[in-house]
């Protein structure tokens, strides 16, 4: 579906074929919400208001990756762009793209006055579109070619760009369950060209109480976010979900590495979702999974994406080893 079209935009959406990739609509919730323990998928975190909502997140005082990540990029863009000698930057969960200017300057001021693409992809067709349209405004020499896609789907149909760099930023990567990563880092690989390049940007373990501040912030904006994945289901699937009687539950797991983040019923209910045909009784207490953010080491993911046919060409972090950009290459 062709969502906007001009001389140098174009956005189009591949959300209808959700259905086709995860069976019968809603059927991902359904069985989430069916298992033990329960789950919903972490792309419906992300409608309009949720995306909205994790910009905010980004500005809080306790949650350092996206600072920490842009400083990285401010120094090393100039590096990068020189390295990958790319003209289009494919990006992964766009969002508001706004550290994709620190990449995009390197690229533009690179070529000069040469065309470049950027290919934002994202599940959020609102904030792809507003972020599009500043781009363009910005940078004269931009040819922006957006898609409103899962990862999955966005990777198997890619517009026809030159020299690819597909960046995958914002600490996203630890979002994936360690069984999905090698299939996610397969269809990368499948959907770039050999001496192609894959840029990703990684949070590192550090101590307890800093990761756990940086998802449970004090202005409760994380809380929110999380929340409002029970709105967007109501609003989506005829359900009668009441957010007021959960709250957000977000604590690390050190065995794992990883932060678990969490709806948490305060007490015994019934919740429907009237479109799915799916009833639910929950405990007091119970938990229902909504996302995960593991955390890394450098040398076990750089040997993980060798062994996948990656090729690493640099690694950038910043002055406490918090967080890490790498930039790799499909060989």
Not at 107 to 125: G, N
């Amino acid at each position: 579906m062709l969502l906007a079209s001009g001389f140098r935009l174009s956005v189009r959406s591949l959300m209808s074929r959700v259905v086709a990739v995860k069976g019968s609509y809603g059927q991902d919730v359904v069985e989430g919400l069916s298992q033990a323990p329960r789950s919903i998928p972490t792309y419906y975190l992300y409608d309009d208001y949720g995306s909205e909502l994790f910009e905010q997140i980004c500005i809080q005082p306790e949650y350092y990756p996206t600072r920490t990540e842009r400083q990285i990029l401010r120094r090393a863009a100039p590096e990068i762009a020189s390295i990958t000698k790319t003209r289009s930057l494919v990006e992964l969960g766009s969002g508001s793209s706004s550290k994709t200017r620190l990449l995009l300057d390197g690229m533009v001021s690179y070529w000069e006055e040469q065309p470049v693409y950027y290919v934002p992809i994202d599940v959020s067709a609102g904030i792809l579109e507003r972020s599009a349209m500043a781009l363009l405004d910005s940078y004269p020499t931009l040819t922006v070619q957006g898609l409103v896609a899962t990862y999955e789907l966005a990777l198997a149909d890619l517009p026809p760009v030159p020299d690819r760099l597909v960046a995958f930023l914002g600490s996203t990567l630890g979002n994936i369950p360690p069984h999905e990563c090698d299939h996610f880092f397969a269809q990368v690989a499948e959907a770039l060209a050999v001496g192609e390049y894959f840029l990703i940007g990684v949070d590192l373990q550090k101590d307890i109480a800093i990761l756990e501040a940086a998802y449970n912030d004090q202005a409760g904006v994380s809380a929110a976010f999380n929340l409002n994945i029970l709105n967007h289901l109501n609003r989506r699937f005829g359900g009668t979900f009441i957010p007021a009687q959960f709250r957000h539950y977000a604590p690390y797991n050190p065995t794992a590495h990883q932060i678990e983040i969490y709806v948490t019923s305060d007490r015994e209910q019934t919740v429907t979702l009237g479109a799915l045909s799916l009833s639910l009784h929950l405990s007091a207490g119970e938990k229902i999974l909504t996302e995960v953010s593991r955390k890394f080491q450098v040398s076990e993911l750089r040997s993980q994406l060798a062994s996948l046919g990656f090729m690493t060409q640099g690694v950038w972090t910043d002055s406490q080893d918090w967080y890490a950009v790498m930039l790799l290459q499909k060989n």
